[in-house]
């Protein structure tokens, strides 16, 4: 009776994952292992591939500019990910106190971001950050500060980068992290004021361990969503050649390769190497959460 | 509870009513095939207008024929092509440029237009435009408009500094000293520049190397040959004025704020660049625009490009993709294309610049008898476009050439080769 | 029970707050101002942040009316509709399964799931384009919608929202005989509402923004999403930056609009009703 229940049970899961893990694997999986044969090959788009063996990633363990690439992803992913989630936890945890006055306000102003284009965002902040008439410059200039050439400067686009990305994305992480916190019955919370404790407590003890499930969905997502970003080293990098070789990272360097250069075979190689690693991050943290994320 | 299911049910109409739309799409497309369609594509949406009008006239001549135009994306343009192309579900017509002349046209997905010579009639158009679009000695491409490389000026500002205005007998020394005398210093900012530079390769350095007898790339176009003394000379002339005299702001600065916005803006007083941006100066600028001939040096010299349409090998149509072509390649086309664009027939251009006629348009039009193709590679020539133009900005950015050109040279060749 | 009666109050937290929002929001400013200005205006330097006048709409006039933003908008609609809904269905189905099910080769499926978010998606372009053409559904809003219906992101939350719930609402609910879709549709989901409203959201605004997929398989402009069109406002030679700011007006306002209006469903303080403590 009970093998019977076990195995219409797994019939049913079965049935109730086939549209999402069918559409998955043939959307996403067979054409990534499709990228993986293009990885052996030599393409340009036009013509048909030619096999050319393991030349691409030979040329790409002797490639500078990957290793590059490589510590520049990995600086944004450092620099970014903690940054942007922690502030969102932050945010979550202020807009979802019941006497805020205006919190539906500073809720949509929070979440404005997120709902504009890429490439809007980027062509905005260039203008604040241009050199001669920016918005940051005039305030600059108003505090008799130094005015830098923002997007000339290696260090400073990479910051402009890190905080347009946190502006751009804080809204998405909030709004994760809010739905999370509000499944947390205020009783918890209620029964810490009659212990008389302090907002720290009321966080660190209730608040944090509660939202460890949509925690450990953020950071898994902030990691891989900045391993992937480009679009703002794209449009950044635009003004200054130097700058931008600088700081070109992993996702850049496929883009570029594969259709600046039309270099596909090369472009995918660099791509799979990428997964990879960015594969091995994730099942590290898939195997780490054990630790510290607490399901009901 | 109730709230929710209501919206489900909302929601669950609204899906419905999504999906018979997506499928009725479906049905319509297919009672559309009855009639033989044809597919333009390119990538600038100031042509759907004119266009439009010559989709019209062309099927109001030729029923049974429909043209179906397509706007992409200047950004995205390639891409889609390359995606579509191989898999037949591309245009039948569309744009091609001088640089992915070089790639596409020897795939084998691009139609041999000379078997139609006749039809076509290249003898309407000078051989220049068509050539960057011959492969194995045959042609592949309907030339559509041009743009050459002239000298904007703003008249006020000008005036302003008690400047003459540039003449055709202009050399370099009279564009230096003009450029001197236009580059305003407020303390330490300069907030007016006499002239913008540009390591550009349609736009910038490339038309002084040339004006300076130097020379781009070999005559087979397999190697660049822009370290001679003379393009060293020419580079180092662009350099000075940026760094030596302040004339011009650096390229980082000029790049941040683009070199048409700081012209359009009065923060430039005169500029080199393509004439396919004279509309959008001339909508701004309005009579404080003028235009002159690039100062020369040794030589005049002016780099041209134009585009062409191609056909695609594999369309569904091939007769009806000829119909569409010679009309594209007829005068009508040019009396209509010329509202928005020089068109590359003979005569075209003149009826474009008519509507200019407080400026002096002719010196436009004499760029054909000094024009020089843009500077693209043999093989490669997208990729190394891009290369070229990318080891120019960092050449740029040092006061003194040095050894520049030489390592520029070295890194391009390499990619051409590869 | 001791009734803690809070009013609203202004906190030092709130000024900080206040604060941040208005540095947020200093970018739209800019965006909705500008989408009034003339072509000139925006190229004047310094740049004015005023435009000469608020009631000249010129650019919005010329989205609408030379080109076509009205047809654009019922694309999107459709594309973004057609995506979200079975999406959230099908994903929170898939995630229940994941969450609740002890079923053979769990991990390894839901961990095979995230190499799906792994790769650049220009890189698996092509595939998917022949893919879709071997379907027959190039050029079409199918085209666009089935591919993008499958989620890691979303059956990945929903995952983790359905971990959190306990397992005794199952028992019970097993105990009075239900089997596990009424288990999953009509006791669990339930208790989702915040999070199937957040992750709809998300969902909502990504297909209502998503650019590449769509223009790859799209190639007749009466089907071209929004995205596409403001795209193609990004000319080869020169940007009109008051039109592309007219346009992220036109695009983003829908979406605020879906915002503003969900925040009236985002369920207050105990969504968990019937647990003891």
Redesign the interface.
Known sequence: MQLKRKHK??M???L??A??????Y???????A??VFISFTEW????PPQFIGLKNYQRLFNDPTIWLEFKNTLFFAVVSVPLTVGASLFLAN?LNK????GR?V????????????P???A??????F????G?VNGVLRLLHLPQP?W??NVMLTKFVIILVTL?ASIG?YT??L???L??I???YY?AC??DGGSWWIKFSRITLPMVT??L??CL??AI?NS??M?DYIFVFG?????VRESIRTM?FG??ER?????EMGY??AE?II??VI??TV??LQ?VGQKHWVH?? | MKKRMSKVLVFMMLATMVCANAFAAGGAETKARDTKTINLWFWDQNGEEVYKKMIEEFEAENPGIKVSMTVIPWADYWTKLQMALPTGTGPDVFWLNHPNAVSYLPTGLIMDLEPNKDQLKFENFNSIYYEPFVYNGDRYGVPIFFDSVILYYNKALFDKAGVAYPTDSWTWSDFLAAASKLTIKDKDTTIQYGTVVDPDMQSGVSNFILQNGGMLYSPDRMSLQIDTPEGREAAQFQLDLIYKYGYAPKVSEMREITKPTMFQSGMAAMVIHHTGILRQFSEVLGEDLGIAPAPQQKRRASIYHNLAYVASAKTKYPEEVMKFMTYLASSRHAEILSSVWAPCYNGGAEQFYAKYSYLDTKYIVDTVNYGYPLPISGKNAGPVYTLLNNEMDKIFTQPKLGDGFAEVQKIVNAEINK | MIKIQKQKRISVGFFVLALVAIITIIPFFWIIVSSFKTYRETVQIPVAFFPGSFRNLDNYKELFERLNFLSYYKNNIINTIGITVPQLFLSSLAAYAFARIDFPGKNIIFMSLLLALMIPIQMILMPRYKLILDMGLFDSYLGIIIPSIPSVTTTFYMRQQIMSLPRSLDESAYLDGAGHFRIFWSILLPLCNSALLATGIMCLVFSWNDFLWPLVVINSTDKYTLSIAVANLQGQHLTKDNLLFAAAVVVSLPMIIVFIISQRYFIEGIALSGIKE
């Open positions: 049970d797994w049913v899961a079965f109730f994952i549209p999402v893990v069918l559409g998955l043939i959307f996403f999986l067979y054409p990534m499709h990228s340009n788009h036009l013509n202020a019941k006497h805020l006055l539906g500073f809720r949509t102003i929070f979440f404005l971001p997120y709902v504009v284009l490439v809007i965002t062509q905005v902040f260039m203008i604040v241009n050199s001669r008439y918005l050439m997007l000339s502006w998405y709004v994760i809010l739905a999370g509000q499944n019955s205020p009783q209620e004021d009659i499930p949509q450990f969905f898994v997502l891989i391993f992937k480009f635009k003004s200054n050649v130097i996702a496929i883009y594969g259709f600046t250069y039309l472009a995918s791509a990428f997964s960015v594969l994730t099942i898939n399901y009901n």
